[in-house]
């Protein structure tokens, strides 16, 4: 039997919403792996990530660079130390390398010698790991996902159980930088030198919502020191041929960072006193 014009019309829609529905949930199984494994870049900077690892045989063999510029009556050192950590995702627990810059600058007076600020930052870029396991959920090409910048605090974090890590594996080959500034006869030369320290703690239930979330409770509050020592000779060569050195400086920079989270606790700067010995 023949259907009449409003029965026809009646009938399309209910294949025309069937034919899209499917078309719908085709879609979303074929885009849902590449939004759960984005799904934690929605927010501004980088990802949320955990249970990192530090190993010294993945970092760079000369990590640590320094830099001197003079502007007139003002200098200006700029340190600077790249650390990788191995972490996964809060969301997918998928491989990420995590490259945490530590920035020291200190500006000092050319004129009269005297110390106008010391700060420290931290800038902390999150990468998919391209070593990672490759499966359908993952995308592990190296791409930058996002990066934080924050001033780590500046109390003195005490810490226990430690060991040196300067030398193992070939890490930290050149733990010296050096270079020399002048203003007309004023010259001064600055030297950084570094050591890094592993402190390692027992089980605990530290109060960092993340925290809850490690892996291996025997190492969730490791921590890692970088201790500077940083000396500045101050020179006029008005005075040779005689003894130039009008002046010496010892500063120290300790900075501590809980491996679990890649996380710069605390930067402090101390000036240490200094003894002529004749």
Request: with cysteine; aromatic share 6%.
């Amino acid at each position: 039997m023949e259907m009449n014009q409003t029965e026809r019309l009646n009938k399309k829609p209910k294949y025309w919403a069937m034919s899209v529905a499917a078309v719908l949930v085709t879609a979303f199984v074929l885009v849902q792996p590449t939004m759960q494994t984005y799904a934690q870049v929605a927010d501004l900077g980088a990802p949320a990530f955990y249970a990192c690892e530090f190993s010294t045989q993945e970092q760079a063999s000369d990590p640590l660079s320094m830099n001197t510029v003079r502007v007139q009556d003002v200098a200006k050192t700029i340190i600077v130390e790249k650390e990788i950590f191995q972490c996964k995702t809060v969301q997918g627990n998928i491989d990420l390398l995590v490259h945490v810059d530590t920035i020291a600058e200190i500006f000092e007076n050319m004129s009269n010698k005297q110390i106008i600020r010391k700060q420290a930052e931290v800038i902390t870029c999150v990468l998919l790991d391209p070593s990672g396991p490759f499966d359908a959920q993952t995308n592990n090409d190296g791409s930058v996902l996002g990066c934080d910048v924050y001033t780590p605090g500046t109390d003195f974090v005490p810490v226990s159980d430690c060991r040196e890590l300067t030398g193992i594996d070939d890490y930290l080959e050149h733990p010296q930088e050096m270079n020399t500034v002048n203003k007309g006869k004023t010259v001064k030369t600055i030297v950084a030198q570094k050591e890094v320290f592993r402190c390692d703690f027992g089980p605990s239930n530290p109060p960092q919502p993340l925290m809850d979330d490690c892996g291996d409770t025997d190492t969730c509050d490791d921590k890692k020191i970088e201790q500077y020592v940083i000396t500045e000779i101050w020179e006029n060569l008005n005075n040779l041929p005689g003894n130039p050195v009008t002046q010496k400086n010892v500063e120290s920079l300790r900075c501590t960072t809980l491996i679990e989270q890649a996380f710069v606790e605390s930067c402090v700067f101390e000036t240490e006193p200094v003894q002529e010995l004749d």
